[in-house]
């Protein structure tokens, strides 16, 4: 590990060096075992802000791309590609940037990109209608309807998509993909299988859904909204004359409104409350009225083959089998 620690830290100081040598800022620098930290705090501001860009990661975008990086992506039509989209995913408590750097399309001609504030899937979106803070029309944004005044696109949750449209051969856009941190995430499609979580809705009126797009054991561990200290409430479907409640939601799209209530939680409780749900895609979702803090921590790993051969035989258990 010190070795390549070592050899990390002289690659760096060789590509500082030749930085700086051409910015004229070589003169502090004499020492290689000099410290990364350290040796970052001698440059020049300049320099400094220069520097992420030149180690930012590149390559070419597909028509049909998933990206999870930071970075540049370029993409140029070797023939005409008409339905193209690309699908942006950040950890959950990040929120996505686009960036325009450069494009070369025919608006005129057909040719268009827009952006997303969310994902869209066989006609489904994610977040769905009522659980996101833009009406419809406000989370798409046209390049070449607001080109000239938009040259950035913010998400609102941890996954934006591109569609973009090219008719001739050689037109071209590049994109810079940035990540921030998201002091309040609310809506969230999970990158992994398994994980833990926990949701928080600061007494705003809000929903918050959380997507697992796997079929999933969930535990439960801690559920509270602020207004009850007694035992859970469970039913099918039991809350809906609370404002106030957490539903595990199960099916085959992204559209929380469009899948099936598994059950609902309104009353506080300390878990674990333990479920198997071998559907294609397993929510978490909270509703708040906004009066209480309302939280909900839980935990989820990918279902095995043997568990899901058992919930096919026997879907009492579950019902995304036989829907």
Request: hydrophobic share 35%; proline share 5%.
């Amino acid at each position: 590990m010190r070795v390549m620690e070592r050899t990390f830290r002289e690659q760096l100081f060789f590509l500082l060096l030749c930085l700086s040598v051409l910015k004229g800022d070589c003169r502090y620098i004499e020492n290689n075992d000099i410290s990364k930290d350290e040796l970052y705090s001698l440059l020049s501001a300049d320099l400094r802000r220069e520097i992420p860009d030149l180690l930012m990661y590149r390559r070419p975008l597909r028509c049909l791309d998933m990206v999870a990086m930071e970075g540049q992506f370029t993409f140029t039509a070797e023939s005409p590609q008409l339905s193209c989209a690309a699908f942006f995913m950040a950890e959950p408590t990040e929120l996505i940037t686009v960036e325009y750097d450069s494009v070369d399309i025919d608006c005129s001609g057909g040719d268009f990109i827009t952006m997303f504030d969310g994902w869209v899937m066989k006609g489904e979106k994610f977040p769905s209608s009522q659980d996101h803070p833009l009406p419809l029309h406000e989370r798409y944004v046209d390049y070449c309807s607001s080109g000239s005044v938009r040259k950035s696109v913010h998400s609102s949750q941890n996954v934006a998509m591109v569609f973009f449209r090219i008719h001739s051969a050689g037109s071209s856009f590049t994109l810079t993909v940035r990540k921030h941190i998201n002091p309040f995430p609310c809506n969230v499609i999970s990158q992994s299988p398994e994980g833990s979580y926990t949701m928080v809705i600061p007494q705003q009126h809000r929903n918050c859904s959380f997507s697992i797009i796997y079929p999933v054991a969930i535990d439960i561990s801690e559920f509270s909204l602020g207004h009850h200290n007694n035992f859970p409430k469970r039913s099918l479907p039991g809350c809906a004359e609370s404002e106030d409640y957490v539903q595990l939601l199960g099916g085959s799209g992204i559209d929380t409104s469009k899948l099936l209530p598994i059950t609902d939680l309104c009353i506080t409780f300390t878990g674990p409350t333990h479920m198997k749900i071998a559907c294609e895609n397993t929510v978490v979702r909270m509703v708040s009225s906004g009066r209480f803090v309302s939280r909900v921590s839980f935990s989820y790993r990918l279902l095995d083959s043997q568990e899901l051969q058992t919930i096919k035989l026997n879907n009492v258990e579950d019902f995304c089998f036989s829907n």
